[in-house]
């Protein structure tokens, strides 16, 4: 994924090495007892007959030096492994934990949890419940990479993975595969489940004939297979029966590795769903025997827990909700997001007895920013520098193309009007897990933060502090004014205008520079739940894949085109994130509007698409719609392009020059399993609501 690597600091930057000041909690070494990562489930068993390399770092580059990662040709492979490991860990000498691998393969890949824990545990070679650079490289090389080499010990990493997907019983400690954990196995492959008894019988007792009376139903197959090891099953996966049976039923042991870890896998192989009891709880009560209530969080207190208990360790919580990279609780990050939180949720409270007003005659003379960020000059200058460093660590740890499962609310250009989007948390949830829907909602903000507004500053606090508070549950996405050079253009309703207004022409030089090191990180798009791609602008000429968009390197420091010597894969790279930032659609499905049209915003390198062009670029990609941003539009949404594609604009009044409403999408899947897309808007005249 790394043919992006050479491109110069003029166009995308994807240099061979990554630079980031990131303050963290202290990683985890090999061996701390804090009890985050359980031990593989592998642990216990006899595995002489596993990988070659398990134990010593020389032996495990031997395997990498055999599968072609040190001399053989494929060194751009590893270099892209270690940047995301050191992203995730902080240093490539350091170990990752499960929950933090679990995170990276939902996020870059849409892998469920318990095919995610599977992979983890069969590349942990050493069994110490961590993976180090080299067993991360290997997971990767497994599951992920294209056109691996053939080699025994990879297969077993993959036979071993699959064996704890689909493992569902014990013995003693070790996990066993019964033959309803086998029969899941089948029906995964075939996804048909009155073919699984007769594929069964092909891979397990291929030289059985039928027998007239014989019971062939699927619980009898299953039955019949009796109870594997992972010693048996890897025997069976790897050998030529099970291989030939695969291509007798026309199935693949490849297809069946792609089925389960590269996509939403947990849904479809019908798991039971896990129950966990969280260490922590809400309350609410009432301060001073006012009354008005307040709701906070604390640790699940002693008399609220039965004398004596021994928690069941399969009840018990392995990570926090908010995400393996969340600020640590009490820390100065955790309480400098939760202060801004809390500020701008108690204004969003306080509007309903404001009455109708304009964001931009609403609370400015920076009364707001010094409650979000600080009294003084210094402690605003200092709060706001560190939200834009720690929210650069968790936007640098996502992939270039994040995924998120639903329910999500995306949210369209805020353009620095705090009271909109103040307005819509207000009317339709709020982002906090203090009497809001955090906890079950995911948010998506689709680009387009800053310039024009009267709050731009306050806005990206606001986020910025929503990002490292929830980052696993917040999601920011790159939008055409999160770049320097635009915010320069735009002048005096510019978003560094806005800073040397808030701050000094100094200090705001220095804080313009450490929040747009922030922008740089941001993922150009998301896709939800594997149907629905979420970008700023569009798909321009419609030419290029989500995967190409995804090898995309960052940061991304400026946004133009190509040096004329530059390689075509860069040129075509730069041409892509322009337009995925930049282009418009088509305002008509009528045929003239058809195709693609260039030069419609004043440059001849941004194109409009049309319907067709579209609906061609779902089809390509195995997706429904495309949900985008970048206009205003009369309602805060329209639909267009025959359904296939949404725009959303969270901004009312825009500019103060228009008369529109402001909207989100809530994404969700309704009592019929169907991915439902409902707009919720914010009327332009009124503090009312269309829903």
Same mark, same amino acid.
């Given at each position: ?11 995308l ?22 009890? &985050? ?24 580059r031997?395997?990498?030096? +055999? ?25 490539? +000498? +350091? ?8 995170? *990276? ?18 590349a ?39 064996? /704890? ?34 594929i ?6 291929? +030289? ?25 099953f890897?025997? /069976? ?33 019908g798991?039971?769903t ?9 309350f ?9 209530m ?62 109708p ?38 936007v640098a ?7 998120v ?12 009007? /705090? ?23 995911? *948010? ?22 929503? @990002?490292?508070? *929830? ?17 320069? *253009? &735009? ?39 594997? @149907?629905?791609?979420? /970008? ?39 041409? &892509? ?32 698409f ?66 439902r897309?409902r ?13």
């Amino acid at each position: 994924h790394a043919w992006t690597h050479g491109m110069s600091s003029r166009g995308l930057l994807g240099g061979s090495s990554v630079s980031i000041d990131v303050p963290s909690t202290p990683p985890r070494q090999r061996g701390d007892d804090a009890g &985050m990562a359980p031990p593989s489930p592998l642990a216990r068993q006899n595995t002489s007959d596993l990988l070659v390399a398990q134990t010593a770092e020389r032996e495990q580059r031997e395997l990498l030096t +055999e599968l072609g990662f040190y001399g053989g040709g494929r060194e751009a492979l590893k270099a892209a492994s270690d940047r995301t490991f050191l992203l995730l860990t902080g240093s490539l +000498e +350091e170990c990752l934990p499960l929950e933090k691998y679990v995170e *990276y393969e939902r996020m870059h890949f849409g892998v469920g949890t318990r095919e995610a824990a599977a992979c983890f545990h069969a590349a942990d070679l050493d069994e110490s419940g961590l993976l180090n650079r080299h067993e991360f490289l290997l997971a990767n090389e497994a599951f992920h990479h294209e056109d691996t080499p053939t080699n025994h010990e990879l297969l077993n990493i993959r036979a071993t993975a699959v064996f /704890l997907t689909f493992a569902d019983g014990t013995d003693g400690d070790n996990p066993q595969m019964t033959g309803i954990g086998f029969r899941n196995l089948v029906n995964e492959l075939c996804k048909c489940p009155e073919h699984s008894a007769a594929i069964m019988k092909e891979l397990i007792h291929p +030289e059985a004939e039928a027998e007239e009376g014989h019971d062939n139903s699927l619980e009898a197959a299953a039955a019949a297979v009796g109870t594997l090891n992972v010693t048996e099953f890897r025997e /069976l996966f790897t050998s030529r029966r099970f291989v030939e049976g695969l291509q007798r039923t026309r199935l693949s042991r490849a297809a069946l590795l792609r089925q389960l870890f590269r996509g939403y896998g947990e849904e479809a192989c019908g798991f039971q769903t896990r129950v966990v009891l969280d260490d922590r709880h809400e309350f609410s009560r009432s301060d001073d025997g006012v009354d008005v209530m307040r709701v906070a969080s604390a640790a699940v207190p002693h008399d609220a827990v039965n004398p004596h208990l021994e928690l069941d360790p399969r009840l018990r919580v392995e990570t926090d909700w908010r995400g393996p990279h969340a600020a640590e609780r009490g820390s100065e990050i955790f309480l400098l997001a939760s202060n801004v939180i809390n500020v701008a949720l108690a204004a969003a409270h306080n509007t309903f007895a404001e009455g109708p007003v304009r964001d931009s005659e609403w609370m400015t003379g920076g009364g707001l920013l010094e409650k979000m960020l600080g009294p003084s000059l210094g402690d605003r200058k200092q709060s706001l520098s560190m939200l834009a460093t720690y929210c650069q660590a968790e936007v640098a740890r996502q992939p270039t193309v994040v995924r998120v499962s639903e329910p999500v609310k995306v949210f369209g250009d805020v353009h620095g009007q /705090l009271r909109d989007l103040l307005l819509l948390f207000r009317e339709f949830g709020m982002p906090t897990h203090r009497g809001g829907d955090i906890e079950c909602v995911k *948010y998506v903000f689709n680009g387009d933060f800053v310039d024009r507004g009267a709050h731009q500053v306050e806005v990206v606090a606001l986020l910025f502090a929503l @990002k490292v508070m *929830y980052p696993s549950r917040v999601f920011l996405i790159r939008g055409n004014h999160e770049f320097r050079d635009v915010n320069s *253009y &735009m002048e005096m309703n510019g978003f560094e205008v806005k800073l040397a207004l808030a701050f000094g022409p100094d200090i705001a030089s220095e804080l313009f520079e450490t929040v747009h090191q922030c922008f740089d990180w941001l993922p150009l798009a998301c896709v939800v739940e594997e @149907k629905i791609l979420v /970008l700023h602008g569009g798909i321009g000429a419609g030419e290029w894949s989500i995967a190409e968009l995804e090898r995309v390197q960052r940061p991304i420091r400026e946004l133009e085109l190509a040096d004329e010597d530059a390689e075509p894969e860069v040129a075509r790279a730069c041409q &892509m994130v322009l337009e995925a930032l930049w282009s418009d659609p088509s305002d008509s499905d009528a045929d003239m509007r058809r195709g693609v049209h260039w030069g419609i915003r004043g440059s001849e390198n941004i194109p409009e698409f049309g319907p067709d062009v579209t609906e061609a670029f779902c089809a390509a990609n195995g997706i429904d719609v495309v949900v985008r941003s970048h206009q205003f539009v009369a309602r805060g949404y329209k639909i267009m392009h025959g359904g296939h594609l949404l725009t959303v604009f969270s901004a009312r009044n825009y500019f103060d020059r228009e008369e529109n409403d402001g909207a989100l999408l809530l994404i969700a899947k309704d009592a019929e399993a169907a991915l439902r897309i409902r707009p919720k808007s914010l009327l332009q005249d009124e503090e009312a609501v269309r829903w």
